[in-house]
């Protein structure tokens, strides 16, 4: 049986070419990636991205529109050190998109608080963009957006436009004096946040685990209940299809059930 | 009490501090005995010696407190050990009743091998076995050990012939997980020579020394057990003047090339031996001739396996005694 | 239908058989286990009854001829992929209850979980038939009994087959198969046999007592004493299906290479390691708790059986010596007792 | 079948390539037994094992297969063993039916020492009892073989520790009859230590090892048998990676020095053994810490006796092994 | 005079004796033997009943009191030679029957022999008071009976002694010595007892009957394959005589220096080597035939009685165990049997 | 007790001192030293010669008067190395002599015969030199003498004057053109020996032990009965006392009941 070219056969682990249409630098290690795209995205999705002979890895979009797709990418080993060489005009390989993303109804017409950690920021900037182009849909919204260091910002011209609109509470972890932002953990913000409206309030909680488990401490000390919380779990999501296995936590894939999940269906989830 | 010393001690009795007493050296080739021979052993040791017995370093049993008046009656006694431990794996006895015919080549040790130890490559019983049968009696003072794996257990780095079992692992990259436990394992216990590339296990079989650990560490069976080779590492020894260890001689040799060098080990030694010392031990004799010309003689008409690597030189350095420390 | 061959009359079947399918049955090879002059009992090709090894459980099962344990995805050419192709052979796999029950696990997974099938595990999937090996006394490890996989229905095997002193008789429910079987055998009355009792039982888990606690118990501390993540566990089973993707460009020229699969095991390192070196599961014990509940619990929960068939494997192969149904029955024990 | 395999192997049962089955390794401290044991391990042989033993190289006994379910039977049946080899001598044994408490530290393996051998220079037996005594059970990996001379029968150069027994020569010479039995021996076979220069011998104390050959040479005891001393040869090993011998620590050390500095090596291995290995023996720890740090410490709180030599620096080269030969 | 002893009064017999002798016993020296922890039995200085050794035989004897086994004979000075000094001691030597005898042996070579008396020796010899002890039991390889040497007439020795259990009893012939016993002991009978059989017995071959072939027989070159030539048969003999002279200047000072001898041996390297290199009997067995026929033929030849005592410390220290009794009579039986 | 000094006490191991007269240099190592002399002397006797310090050894006396004595001395060790080296005034040390010597009385009115092998020269010359002097006590009077080559022959001046009275037979082993004289063994030279009158005729053999054993062989091979034999016997004479043992063979005292020997009293005797 002769070799089955790329489109032949309907193959789940078919990468197709994408070329970068541009590339925004959004820290030493940390790129945006432009790409043509014709996939259908909901906000928090996240795609296989590969170059052949190099890997794959999952990497959320960080926004998309109908034409375009962005990755985040920071550059932790061989594939992404491959990708940090390509330029504008080059391919990428994707597949996807995979997971459940995050669902806008459950957040419309509610006072939507969105806390991101460092590169958490990524799968929720195309919700965030949403809703910074359709606040009238949500009954109030806030951003609290926490980095390690001022080197680690992501979104710094994003971040500004939205400030514009809504607010945007920035938080650096180290003392920094280029910014003059808040200077602390994310979390010690939260409990100063006053939730006027606990019942309509819907509180994404993105990033790495210790920022989401102690975050999610602090929204529930201010009252917000469980099922009004949400994140968004990272995991080696390896295959995007249910099949390999690595991304597993007890009885979910994260890939297909996730990687977005209320927190009250998952809260008691062990690795 | 009167009696030829150097007859006695060809008999595998031991001319001891008490004038009065002797000891027995019972053989056990291969160091593997059925327990059956406990109760003669017993016996003897509680009849005929002070009821105790020393476990030799060679593997076999002393029976210390045997009255030199009691040693044929000992030699009648030990026929079944003769009997069962010697002619019945193929060396030539002529009268079990008289005692061990010769002591000079010394009991043929090994560990424990594959019986039992999951790391030995050969049953090194069955060879110890062989090798007794075709070298002893013989009065020419030659230590044999034999390790299953190069681990060396038996300390065969310190016998005139250290017979270290090998295997080639074959590596079965369609069966390889990439889980590198051969690869860490051997960087951390062996020689390094695994190493992971291009997702595959590379073997360096300039490093490998055919232990077979990979093989035992993978969870999948990709490294195949190949063929059953054998290093040989020669003339170490202890001794007052220059302790040294064995160096290797052959590598990747067949069964029949390390039981044929063996072989010829006694007529070399025949040829060079110096008969004005007492016992010469072949080492020394090496030492003498040279290891050029012991490889020649020593390889003369044994057919080479084709996998089989020779040393060019050896070099046993060791270190000399009676010196500032 | 049911059929009686003589041993001549089995091997003149095989023979028949063989020239369509790959006939695919344990084996006993010499001294080709890990441990020098042990044998390896393990799945290859057969051309005859008595290369079939049917007195010894094999190490490894049928599990990799289906799901390979490495396995060609793509070429890569210049950036293009070419998808690997498949052949044409079909496959005839002699396998005893408890493994055919383990491709109904491994079918849920490559061919029901998530939204696609796995299109590589299923184009060598359609092309197997299954000979189920009547199996009645099962082997020390085995506890498929308590596993509800001692039995196989009749639409999940092409043939079932009791292989006797003198010969074999069998059933055939593959009307594909029915005149190679009729024209080397007289036919007779078959009624499959299955084991009904194991040595070893095991009492799964009350689900509904399965507290938080139960993670936390010391059992699995207990086990990072003594595991030591090889992953022959899940090498062995015939239901682990996990599986890592990698690339590799030849070094020979580096514009060719490929996309492959190979088998992963969540005993072993990397598991769970995500890009930038962070890993779940460090400590062994959490490994084994993650396996066993995924074996007889988490799996069962998205399913509609357990994942586990029982069929012993992971405690014959463990170099630690734990037994993953002693685990079992100590986890029922502990949380029947409560913690 | 499920138990911890670390403890069986604690508890010195091994895990053999046959799943089912194990095999109890016997200590014999000193390598000398009682012969009435033997009836107990051929018993234990017989009924629980496959009827054969198997002689370890240190001196111990291996029974191999003995069913995995047995084993707390044959703890039990053990225990007159454990009594009276082990306990009697003053080892610790908490309960002499639960079996070996500990396998890590060795059999403290000894040749047969003065209470047999013309040239050994105390009793082997006895010392390698004190020192059982003093370090089992213990769990660090540790190899000690004791030599009754320097001549090293018991292999001690390829241990851990290797305690050679030697003698002070003094020399009489008005006992002295100038026959030069001494002198002659001493070049052939020993150090070339002695000479005979103005009608009588003069010993280089430096190059003599203290092995007392001159003194068993003499016909008239012109050569006293002075103090009792041992030379320490340390860190030798085979294995796979680089066998090397062991190389000399110590010289004109007393007896109560040895048994000091073997004591302290457990204190050492503790602070500085790698426990992310699964047991890293001590030879590879000095490796890392380097010798001057176990020098160091060894001696730590040791009354070094005033005779007493130790080596400034030591280089044990050996071989690499995965080279070309 | 016959006295008996308590040990206390005995005790005090030694203590008054040795303000004015020198009191040599056989001693046990512990663990000082060649082989390490064995004891050594040798002839030393004593001051009570307890140091001596009477339960067995010395190693050496105590010839080397009297014929030291190095004795300086000059001093020299810039050439001048001065005769080595004695000391005024006066000696006491407790010895067995054999040993007595062996001195007859040792004054005949010494101060019978050849024209010349040895001045060395007569000068100790003339000092010695030997106490004989009574010895009726002997040892295993004793053969004093054959020799003629179990007993010793009474006017060669000042004392014979009977150690008991509680004590000693005596008898005194030395009238220097007989007031000191009188002060510490009563007197009794006594009559010396002598061994009149040994486990051992020799035939000496008759003389008459020794042809040139004896010297030839195979008897001697067995011996070849066995002796090692260490001289033990000779240091330990009570009646070897044989000694070597030598000179040496001193390291430090080469105008001082002495002339010494020392003992040699017939079995010993070197025994007969002349100026040049010659030696006489290479062969060990052509050693141990002169010294056999030396010490039962030669001698008795040369004076009125055999050299050899049968005190058989030979046969005690021969690290080969040629046994010299037995070699007597091999030779006789080969005598007496024809050659 | 003080030191005693040299001549206080009878001694019979005692050297005295004698004084180097004369050397005469006989072969490339063999030397003849003339010292002063009053000791009472018979022929073939030897004396201990000695350096304190270097030992002592047992040499014959080669020649003799009242006034003086030589000794012909080879060197071979490091006593005769040391009296090489001495000169003319300095001292040797002596004690003797010893043995018994050739009793003249044995040969007066007979056929004597000297056969003499190397040094046996030595013991002999000065019993030679007496019968030049006497003639008239012997009947015939004849030397054989043997060397193993012209190098090593010995009293070549001696040997010429000698001549002039008597016959001296001189072999030399080895092929040997300097001297003219027979070249062959002298056991060779004996077999050609015309005996008259046997029974009145006295042989003396001295030499190297196989020169003696076959120069006998060949005397009783020409009738001469033990007997008539005399030999001189080389041993290890060490004390010269008879109590040292050396030179012991069987009941024989070298040293004090030889040197010279009759031979059927020796002619079994076995070293």
């Not at chain 3, 009686?4 to 023979?15: A, D, G, I, R």
């Not at chain 3, 184009?123 to 196989?152: A, H, P, Q, W």
Request: hydrophobic share 35%.
């Amino acid at each position: 049986m002769a070799l089955t070219a790329e489109k032949s056969l309907k193959n789940p682990y078919l990468s197709q070419k994408a070329e970068i249409l541009e590339i925004f630098q959004e820290t030493e290690i940390e790129y945006t990636f432009r790409l043509e795209s014709d996939f259908e995205l909901n906000f928090g999705q996240f795609l296989e991205v590969s170059i052949p002979g190099y890997g794959e890895a999952p990497i959320s979009v960080s926004n998309f529109t109908d034409q375009w797709l962005e990755l985040t990418i920071r550059e932790v080993g061989k594939l992404t050190d491959k990708i940090h060489n390509l330029e504008t005009g080059d391919f990428l390989y994707l597949r996807g998109p995979y997971g459940n993303g995050f669902d806008f109804e459950n957040y419309r017409d509610k006072n939507l608080i969105i806390a991101a950690g460092g590169t958490g920021l990524a799968p929720v900037r195309s919700l965030i963009e949403y809703a910074n182009n359709n606040l009238d849909q949500l009954s109030d919204f806030e951003v609290l957006a926490g980095f390690k260091d001022a080197g680690s910002l992501l979104f710094e011209r994003d971040i500004n436009r939205w400030r514009q609109n809504f607010d945007v509470l920035l938080t650096v972890d180290k003392t920094c004096d280029i910014w003059g932002e808040c200077v602390g953990l994310i979390t010690e913000h939260i409990a100063e946040l006053h939730l006027a409206d606990i019942e309509n309030t819907e509180v994404i909680v993105v990033g790495p685990p210790p920022m989401m488990k102690y975050s999610i401490i602090e929204f529930q000390k201010l009252g917000v209940p469980d099922d009004q919380i949400w994140v968004s779990y990272e995991r080696k999501m390896h295959c995007g299809l249910g099949k390999c296995g690595h991304c597993k936590i007890e009885d979910n894939y994260v890939c297909i059930d996730g990687p977005v999940y209320n927190y009250a269906e998952v809260k008691e989830i062990r690795d | 009490m009167s009696f030829n010393t150097k007859k006695i001690k060809k008999n595998a009795f031991r001319i001891t501090k008490d004038r009065e007493v002797t000891a027995l050296r019972i053989r056990v080739p291969g160091g593997h005995i059925d327990a059956h021979y406990l109760s003669l052993i017993k016996e003897i040791a509680d009849e005929h010696g002070d009821g105790t017995l020393h476990i030799t370093t060679r593997q076999g049993f002393e029976v210390p407190g045997i009255s030199f008046a009691d040693f044929e009656e000992v030699n009648e006694k030990i026929a079944p050990i003769l009997e069962g431990m010697e002619k019945e794996i193929g060396v030539e006895i002529v009268d079990p009743g008289d005692g061990y015919p010769a002591a000079g080549t010394r009991n043929v040790s090994a560990c424990i091998g594959n019986r039992v130890c999951r790391y030995s490559n050969y049953d090194t019983t069955e060879l110890a076995q062989e090798i007794e049968k075709n070298i002893f009696p013989n009065d020419y003072h030659v230590k044999i050990a034999l390790s299953g794996c190069p681990n060396d257990c038996i300390k065969g780095h310190l016998q005139d012939f250290g017979i270290l079992g090998m295997i080639e692992p074959i590596y079965h990259q369609e069966r390889c997980i990439g889980c590198e436990a051969c690869v860490d394992n051997c960087k951390k216990r062996v020689t390094s020579a695994l190493s992971f590339e291009q997702e595959r296990v590379v073997r360096d079989e300039q490093r490998c020394i055919g232990c077979g650990e990979c093989i035992l560490q993978c969870p999948t069976n990709a490294w195949e057990r190949g063929g059953q080779f054998f290093k040989v590492v020669i003339m170490g020894r202890t001794g007052k003047k220059n302790p040294r260890l064995a160096k290797p001689f052959l590598k990747w040799a067949s069964r029949d090339v390390v039981i044929s060098i063996v072989n010829n080990v006694y007529d070399y030694i025949e040829r060079h031996i110096d008969t004005s010392l007492a016992k010469e031990h072949i080492g020394y004799i090496v030492d003498r001739t040279g290891y050029p010309q012991f490889k020649e003689e020593i390889l003369k008409g044994v057919e080479l396996n084709s996998e089989c690597e020779i040393a060019d030189k050896i070099n046993w350095n060791g270190y000399q005694t009676g010196e500032k420390i | 239908m049911g059929f009686n061959f003589s041993k001549n009359e089995f091997n003149q079947l095989l023979e028949s058989l063989d020239q369509e399918y790959q006939i695919y049955a344990p084996v006993r090879k010499k001294k080709k286990d890990s441990f020098s002059a042990n044998d390896l009992i393990t799945y290859d090709l057969v051309k005859s009854l008595e290369e079939i090894e049917l007195t010894a459980k094999s190490k490894y099962s049928a599990k990799e001829i289906v799901f390979p344990i490495r396995e060609t995805l793509f070429h890569f050419v210049e950036g293009e992929q070419f998808m690997a192709s498949d052949t044409d052979d079909k496959y005839i796999i002699f396998l005893r209850p408890c493994d055919r029950n383990a491709f109904k696990r491994l079918d849920k997974i490559f061919l029901e979980n998530g939204p696609e099938e796995d299109i590589y595990y299923k184009r060598l999937r359609e092309k197997v038939k299954f000979f189920v090996i009547e199996c009645t006394t099962g082997f020390d490890s085995c506890f498929c009994v308590s596993m509800d996989s001692n039995t196989v229905e009749s639409r999940d095997y092409s043939a079932f087959l009791r292989f006797e002193e003198d010969g074999v008789s069998c059933e055939v429910n593959d009307q594909d198969l029915a005149a190679e079987f009729e024209a080397q055998a007289k036919e007779i009355d078959f009624e499959p046999e299955f084991i009904r009792k194991n040595k070893i039982e095991v009492n799964l888990p009350d689900r509904d007592k399965l507290t938080n606690e139960v993670f936390e118990h010391q059992l699995w501390t207990e086990y990072s004493q003594r595991c030591i993540a090889c992953g022959r566990c899940n090498t062995s089973c015939p239901t682990c299906s996990c599986f890592t993707v990698k690339d590799v460009l030849y070094d020979e020229n580096k514009k060719s290479g490929e996309r492959f699969r190979r088998w992963a095991g969540c005993h072993i390192d990397g598991f769970t390691e995500m890009a930038g070196g962070h890993n779940f599961r460090e400590e062994y014990g959490d490994r084994m708790r993650y396996k066993t509940m995924h074996k007889i619990y988490d799996f069962g929960e998205r399913f509609d059986f357990d994942m586990c068939v029982g069929c012993g494997r992971c405690d014959d192969v463990c170099p630690e010596y734990i037994s993953f149904s002693k685990c079992i029955n100590k986890l029922s024990t502990i949380i029947e007792e409560g913690v």
